[in-house]
T-cell receptor, first 113, second 111 residues
Framework: DAGVTQSPTHLIKTRGQQVTLRCSPKSGHDTVSWYQQALGQGPQFIFQ???????QRGNFPDRFSGHQFPNYSSELNVNALLLGDSALYLCASSGTSLLGEQFFGPGTRLTVL | LAKTTQPISMDSYEGQEVNITCSHNNIATNDYITWYQQFPSQGPRFIIQGYKTKVTNEVASLFIPADRKSSTLSLPRVSLSDTAVYYCLVVYSGGYQKVTFGTGTKLQVIP
């Protein structure tokens, strides 16, 4: 079992651009959550996807959007990038709920110049 | 507004027991408390989860007092490999689930 995988590992973009990050959940998991972790801070919940729909959302603007595919993999899209969007973006998978154990991927390091 | 706070850092010698506290002042009846460990450049890893009183697994114990406004992660006999950042996580329910990670505690284990 490969666990949660994310791509790419690192990404450099400039302000105003758009970015798409990808996540494949752990085998058997149908729920994917996305987090933003700024340097030296704890992860901040962006949103959660279940059955191809956004189920929960944190305090993030509409520039942050996502998608879940029938195979449970997920994408995080960020439009009109700002310098403050530079962070480690973590994907976590779990079985149906936020209440249980979440398995995190290694993250995608996004740098906005 | 839900707020989850932890001490910024702690030092401990190898072989000692370490207790890390987390304050979650707005926790509600149905909310669970989960602790994660994170090494640099890696995603967090699950340690333990609890609802009330005490929970123990093979790596840690979690103590939750009756009012549930705080919790304590206990790591027995730490080793150098336990040097990491530890986060408590509360999923605040109440009609919807809001995920709030604590501020994180950087544990440094000293030889």
């Amino acid at each position: 079992d490969a666990g949660v995988t994310q791509s790419p590992t690192h990404l450099i973009k400039t302000r105003g651009q758009q970015v798409t990050l990808r996540c494949s959940p752990k085998s058997g998991h149908d729920t994917v959550s996305w987090y933003q972790q700024a340097l030296g801070q704890g992860p901040q919940f962006i949103f959660q996807y279940y059955e191809e729909e956004e189920r929960q959302r944190g305090n993030f603007p509409d520039r942050f959007s996502g998608h879940q595919f029938p195979n449970y993999s997920s994408e995080l899209n960020v439009n009109a990038l700002l310098l403050g969007d530079s962070a480690l973006y973590l994907c976590a998978s779990s079985g149906t709920s936020l209440l249980g154990e979440q398995f995190f991927g290694p993250g995608t390091r996004l740098t906005v110049l | 507004l839900a707020k989850t706070t932890q001490p910024i850092s702690m030092d401990s010698y190898e072989g000692q027991e370490v207790n890390i506290t987390c304050s979650h002042n707005n926790i509600a009846t149905n909310d669970y408390i989960t602790w994660y460990q994170q090494f640099p450049s890696q995603g967090p890893r699950f340690i333990i989860q609890g609802y009330k009183t005490k929970v123990t697994n093979e790596v840690a114990s979690l103590f939750i007092p009756a009012d549930r406004k705080s919790s304590t992660l206990s790591l027995p006999r730490v080793s150098l490999s336990d040097t990491a950042v530890y986060y408590c996580l509360v999923v605040y329910s109440g009609g919807y689930q809001k995920v709030t990670f604590g501020t994180g505690t950087k544990l440094q284990v000293i030889p």
